[in-house]
């Protein structure tokens, strides 16, 4: 039996044992804690404060401000102007339906626009403004700041909005903005990035295409909350930065001048510098007015530009596809020219019609042209005569040529919506039809029908490389007045070109021909066209300083029947929808070229009637405003 003495040693040491564990742990844990505040207070300070911030703190991203778009001489074509919005804080308005009620009251806010407002309200978060209206009247405006103190949580704003020109006559070329879809933002990143309530990107035509550098940087409103997330004080307003500016190459003058002059027609008409490539005017009509989309168009307007049969959306210039007609004969020229097929000497019987292969095929003049050398084939455009030269030329070789000269692809490949169009021959066929060629196409291609089809930018871009002597050229249509070395060389090019002096083995330009001597002929035959007597735009012909020379066409949208042939139904006498396209190119000044033109005038008849007349008062302008535009193209120049 133990002692009492061992008994209490032992107790004693049990407890001693006891007592120092726990001293030990109450030590750790203290470490511990210790360690944990150190991490927390220092290590994790930045990001504890971060996420204190952020709950202390709000912001939200302000609508940018888009850059502005001007015409060559400096004229603004797209520009920003005051509008007035509602905005609304719906954590700050206590009883929704009541604001409602009260502003069906003083605005125009009727139960769609409400439901549209409620939609938004469940995808944003409460503190995050909502823009109730973007286009207040001034009167609604006005009254809206007369009973404010009657709601909570809205705010009257002076904001900005896009601007164009009302006459349209641009709308085509410059596009439209409108409000950001979710496609638009699932396909861009910017857009992504930046997305704000309210914001406007590019639909189309250059708004859409510079949209990225033309749309601005937003800027940040920050403000103070408290721990129910009211606004206490705004705290910093950070200015966004805003987009680009742009300068493009249209003459809004020439613009407007074209467009008021077939306003009542549906076509196009395109006019460029053949030197530098400058696009002087590009009219597509009917037209529309794009301010109508900046704020949500009308179901009304939608509905009356979709149904209008002239198509006023459709950008004609890049997207109208037309066979070219008598307009490709030029090429056709050149290209058997170039391949040694037949010589300008050559002479053909034009009788109104030919039977090749079981086929007949007509001359668009009844009973025939006579005797026809090349020269005169191509100035009284004698389809019968282009039908041998086709036949003796092949359509592959015609498609080379005319690929050369620009057709068959995109002039300026940066908008969505121009069109390739298509230049035939035999690979082509048989890729896109499965079919072999046949040689009675051959011999409708070569009067620019069958499977043929171009812009009527792309028919200015080929007329123009015949009239500045056959070099390839670079159309643009933003203009970078900072770029002196461009003008530079324009100019000198300009010289060298009208006076023969031109150096072919120039490394800074590429020959488009094989014989120089061909080039001229054939600018020779299409001076015969419009300058003498028998010539096809006889009729449209300048004189003095204005004289040009130019080709026309009829592109013909059905096959002729026995029946009309007999009736012999002029163009003017069949439904609208029925009548032939009317084509004319032209460059001018005939003995100094500088500026290339097509135009295109759907179911506008012949070529000579529908669209020469058109294209020689356009002209007129364009050479009353040369010297004009060469005169402030130096002074930028000079600035430079």
């Not at 033309?214 to 909350?225: A, C, M, N, S, T």
């Not at 030197?275 to 007015?289: E, L, M, R």
């Not at 000497?345 to 019609?353: D, P, Q």
Request: aromatic share 10%.
């Amino acid at each position: 039996m133990r002692s009492f003495s061992e008994t209490f040693q032992n107790k004693s040491k049990l407890i001693s044992r006891r007592m120092f564990i726990l001293s030990t742990l109450k030590i750790g844990v203290f470490i511990s804690i210790i360690s944990r505040l150190f991490y927390l207070q220092i290590s994790e300070n930045i990001k504890y404060r971060s996420l204190s911030d952020k709950n202390r703190f709000r912001e939200w991203k302000l609508v940018p401000q888009r850059g502005i778009i001007e015409d060559f001489f400096g004229e603004k074509i797209a520009d920003n102007t005051q509008t007035f919005q509602l905005h609304m804080i719906p954590e700050d308005v206590p009883n929704i339906e009541a604001l409602f009620f009260k502003l069906s009251k003083i605005i125009d806010f009727n139960e769609k626009k409400k439901n549209r407002i409620i939609r938004r309200l469940k995808k944003r978060k409460p503190w995050e403004p909502i823009i109730v209206s973007d286009n207040l009247s001034w009167s609604e405006f006005s009254r809206l700041n007369l009973f404010l103190h009657e709601m909570q949580g809205v705010k009257p704003v002076v904001a900005l909005a896009r601007k164009y020109f009302a006459d349209g006559s641009s709308s085509h070329i410059v596009g439209y903005v409108s409000d950001t879809s979710v496609e638009d933002l699932e396909n861009s990143e910017l857009l992504r990035e930046i997305n704000v309530p309210g914001l406007k990107t590019g639909k189309n035509g250059l708004e859409k295409f510079l949209n990225d550098a033309i749309i601005g940087k937003p800027g940040i409103q920050r403000f103070e909350v408290n721990a129910f997330g009211k606004r206490i004080k705004e705290l910093k307003l950070v200015k966004g930065i805003e987009g680009e500016n742009f300068r493009i190459t249209i003459d809004q003058e020439i613009q407007k001048f074209t467009s008021e002059l077939i306003k009542d027609k549906s076509g196009s008409v395109c006019v460029m510098d053949i030197y530098t490539g400058d696009i002087v005017a590009v009219v597509s009509c009917p037209t529309f007015n794009p301010n109508k989309f900046v704020h949500g168009i009308s179901e009304e307007d939608w509905q009356a530009l979709i149904k209008d049969e002239k198509k006023p959306l459709i950008n004609k210039p890049m997207s109208g596809l037309y066979p070219p007609g008598s307009t490709i004969k030029p090429i056709v020229a050149l290209s058997a020219l170039e391949n040694d097929v037949i010589s300008p000497k050559l002479v053909i019987e034009c009788r109104g019609s030919i039977e090749l292969y079981g086929q007949k095929y007509h001359c668009w003049k009844e009973k025939g042209h006579g005797f026809m050398n090349l020269r005169s084939a191509i100035k009284q455009s004698c389809d019968i005569y282009f039908y041998e030269i086709s036949r003796r030329l092949g359509v592959d070789r015609m498609s080379v040529t005319a690929k050369q000269f620009g057709l068959g692809k995109k002039v300026l490949g940066s908008f969505n919506e121009e069109r390739s169009g298509v230049v035939p021959n035999t690979e082509w066929k048989r890729k896109n039809i499965g079919k072999g060629w046949v040689l009675g196409e051959t011999l409708i291609t070569g009067i620019g029908q069958g499977y043929f089809q171009t812009t009527p930018l792309q028919l200015c871009l080929m007329i123009a490389q015949l009239a500045n002597g056959g070099y390839e050229i670079k159309p643009r249509i933003i203009d970078d007045k900072y770029a002196v070395q461009p003008i530079i060389d324009a100019w000198r090019e300009e010289f060298t070109f009208r006076n023969n002096n031109l150096d072919e083995h120039s490394p800074n330009l590429k020959r488009l021909f094989r014989n120089k001597g061909n080039i001229k002929f054939v600018l020779d035959a299409m001076y015969g066209a419009t300058n003498e007597p028998m010539g096809t735009s006889y009729r449209s012909r300048l004189t003095k300083e204005y004289v040009y020379a130019g080709k026309t066409g009829t592109s013909q949208i059905r096959t002729i029947t026995a029946e009309e042939r007999e009736l012999k139904l002029k163009q003017k006498d069949l439904p609208y929808k029925r009548r032939d396209h009317a084509l004319f190119l032209a460059f001018a000044p005939y003995k100094n070229p500088r500026y290339a033109i097509s135009v295109v005038i759907e179911h506008g008849g012949t070529g000579s009637s529908g669209a020469a007349p058109i294209a020689k008062k356009v002209i007129k302008k364009v050479l009353e405003r040369h010297q004009l535009r060469k005169k402030y193209q130096l002074d930028l120049f000079q600035e430079a």
